[in-house]
Structure formats: structure tokens, C-alpha cells
């Protein structure tokens, strides 16, 4: 079965940064195009970024410049890295194919200390 396996989240203080990585399996990881959203306290999840299979990115205009996202497909993993961190960029962040609505993993929890 599909998994998505989040981690590199914690605590952090404003301008510091935070490299997420999201491992996948179940599926060929290779073919789809990956997001990554985050779900800040009492909002709706939102996408922050996301990257084709060709390696096009696209991104939120509140992390332009700030985040990056990549992967790697040999290991089946995506990544975030997250520079110059804001306490408004505090969430769950969750990875998952795009397009797609179910099978989400547990999500990392990145903090921005004020």
C-alpha cells in the first residue's frame, strides 16, 4: 500500500532554516509529480510548493524565495528546504502526489519560534 513517510521537522527560530524530507512507497514514485502542503492551526491545508517529474517547480507566493523543493528518485524521496523560516510558516507539512487526496502520511510539524 501507499506510503508517505515525513521527517525533518522541529523547532525553529525566525530566519532559520529546516530541510523536510518525505519518503515514498507503494507506489512508482518516479511518475508522479509531488507536492508538499502544510496545514497550519485551525486552517485548511494549503499547497506550499510542488515539483513535476521533469523537475519543473511551482510555489506558494508566501514561500517564493524562501523554500525549494526537489527530489530524488532513486530514493523515492522529495524534499523542502526551507530557509529564512517565519513563525507564520509554522504547520503540519505533508507530502503526496499530486492531484491526489487520500493516503496521507503523518506529516512533520515545523515550529517558527516568535
Known amino acids: 500500500q501507499v506510503q508517505l513517510v515525513e521527517s525533518g521537522g522541529g523547532l525553529v527560530q525566525p530566519g532559520g532554516s529546516l530541510r523536510l524530507s518525505c519518503t515514498a512507497s507503494g507506489f512508482t514514485f518516479s511518475i508522479y509529480a509531488m507536492n508538499w502542503y502544510r496545514q497550519a492551526p485551525g486552517k485548511q491545508r494549503e499547497l506550499v510548493a510542488g515539483i513535476t517529474t521533469i523537475g519543473i517547480t511551482n510555489y506558494a507566493d508566501s514561500v517564493k524565495g524562501r523554500f525549494t523543493i526537489s527530489r530524488d528518485n532513486a530514493k523515492s524521496t522529495v524534499y523542502l528546504q526551507m530557509n529564512s523560516l517565519k513563525p507564520e510558516d509554522t504547520g503540519i507539512y505533508y507530502c503526496?502526489?499530486?492531484?491526489?487526496?487520500?493516503?496521507w502520511g503523518q506529516g512533520t510539524q515545523v515550529t517558527g519560534s516568535s
Open positions: 503526496n502526489r499530486r492531484g491526489i487526496v487520500y493516503d
